[in-house]
C-alpha cells in the first residue's frame, strides 16, 4: 500500500502554546487528506477534510479557529492545534488519498497538553 | 444520512481458527466503498481489505475475505487460519464517491494461543 507519514509521533507542549503536526503522502499525490481525533477505545471521529489548495471542511463541532488545517501541496498537509489546553490532548490522525484508491493512514500523534 | 455499524465491541478466536466479524451500513447512495481496517496496538490503521458496490465478486486478500450482501447492506470480515498477530481492533468503513469516510466503532478481535 501506499506510504503516508505523520510527524511527530509524540508531542508534549504547555498549556498555550501551539503545536504542528505534519501529515506526508510519500509515494503519491495526495488530493484529500482527512484528519482524525481517536479517543482511547474510541472509533475515529473525522475533524476536517482537506482538499489541495482550497480551505478544508470542518465537521461540525470542530473549531476551524482552533485547528488550523493547511493542505499547501499534494504531499503535505499539516494541522496546528493553537493554544492548546490539557482537553486537547489525544491521538491525532491523518489519512490522505488520491482520486483513484482508498485512504491510507499516517502513524498518528500523540498529544499531551501540560 | 450515512451510518455504519458494528455490533460487535469484542471477539475471540482460537489460533488458526476461522472468526467472522459483522458490520451493517445504512446509505441511498447506489454507488460506493466499504473497507476493513485494522488498527493494532500501535494504532497504525491498516488497510485489510476493500469492496466496491457495484462488484458482486467478494473481495478476497490472502487470509481475509469478505460476505458483502449489497441489498442487506451487510459487509462481515472473514479471517481464515487466524494468527496472533491478526490480534487489533478492526474498523468498518463507509465512503460514497470522492468524499469523507465513516467509521463504525470498531470490534477488538482477541486471538487465542
Known amino acids: 500500500g501506499a506510504v503516508v507519514s505523520q510527524h511527530p509521533s509524540r508531542v508534549i507542549c504547555k498549556s498555550g502554546t501551539s503545536v504542528k503536526i505534519e501529515c506526508r503522502s510519500l509515494d503519491f499525490q495526495a488530493t484529500t487528506m482527512f484528519w482524525y481525533r481517536q479517543f482511547p477505545k474510541k472509533s475515529l471521529m473525522l475533524m476536517a477534510t482537506?482538499?489541495?489548495?482550497?480551505?478544508?471542511?470542518?465537521e461540525q463541532g470542530v473549531e476551524k479557529d482552533k485547528f488550523l488545517i493547511n493542505h499547501a501541496s499534494l504531499t503535505l498537509s499539516t494541522l496546528t492545534v493553537t493554544s492548546a489546553h490539557p482537553e486537547d490532548s489525544s491521538f491525532y490522525i491523518c489519512s490522505a488519498r488520491d482520486n483513484e484508491g482508498p485512504a491510507f493512514f499516517g502513524q498518528g500523534t500523540r498529544l499531551t497538553v501540560v | 444520512a450515512q451510518t455504519v455499524t458494528q455490533s460487535q465491541p469484542e471477539m475471540s478466536v482460537q489460533e488458526a481458527e476461522t472468526v467472522t466479524l459483522s458490520c451493517t451500513y445504512d446509505?441511498?447512495?447506489?454507488?460506493?466503498?466499504l473497507f476493513w481496517y485494522k488498527q493494532p496496538p500501535s494504532r497504525q490503521m491498516i488497510l485489510v481489505i476493500r469492496q466496491e458496490a457495484y462488484k458482486q465478486q467478494n473481495a478476497t486478500e490472502n487470509r481475509f475475505s469478505v460476505n458483502f450482501q449489497k441489498a442487506a447492506k451487510s459487509f462481515s470480515l472473514k479471517i481464515s487460519d487466524s494468527q496472533l498477530g491478526d490480534a487489533a481492533m478492526y474498523f468498518c468503513?463507509?465512503?460514497?464517491?470522492?468524499?469523507?469516510?465513516?467509521f463504525g466503532t470498531g470490534t477488538r478481535l482477541k486471538v487465542l494461543a
Open positions: 482537506s482538499n489541495e489548495g482550497s480551505k478544508a471542511t470542518y
Open positions: 468503513a463507509y465512503r460514497a464517491g470522492t468524499y469523507k469516510y465513516i
Open positions: 446509505t441511498s447512495e447506489s454507488d460506493y466503498y
